[in-house]
């Protein structure tokens, strides 16, 4: 009901549902081909706020397409553990010894296991 009262939101949901699809590419040439199209199909609703995504999308084509070319290998786990350490940084504000520190970036990378039997407990 929503998308029929709202023709503008209604192309938008389409437009990201689309563009889900890019991302099962098999190949870089598919990636590209299949990001090309819907930059294209995106650029005809005349959004201005989807004409921005686009160009932003077009600008970074090759770094997009990289994602099917080396087998969906992405940074999101080094950044991940980058934001981790960084927090654990501005909490440890006046330690001053860096081998716990070193320590305690150790533990971050370590998973929480819970007990079986104890399931509010965190095992390590």
Request: hydrophobic share 40%.
């Amino acid at each position: 009901m929503l998308l029929k009262a709202n023709r503008r939101l209604s192309e938008i949901y389409v437009l990201k549902e689309q563009l889900k699809s890019i991302w099962r590419a098999e190949t870089y040439q598919q990636m590209a081909y299949r990001l090309d199209a819907w930059c294209q199909l995106a650029k005809a609703t005349r959004i201005m706020s989807v004409q921005g995504f686009v160009s932003m999308l077009q600008d970074h084509n090759e770094g997009i397409c990289n994602f099917a070319k080396y087998d969906r290998l992405t940074s999101s786990i080094i950044e991940a553990g980058n934001v981790s350490i960084g927090l654990l940084r501005r909490r440890a504000r006046g330690i001053r010894d860096t081998e716990y520190f070193k320590l305690k970036i150790k533990q971050l990378s370590v998973p929480e296991v819970s007990s079986i039997l104890y399931p509010s407990v965190k095992l390590i």
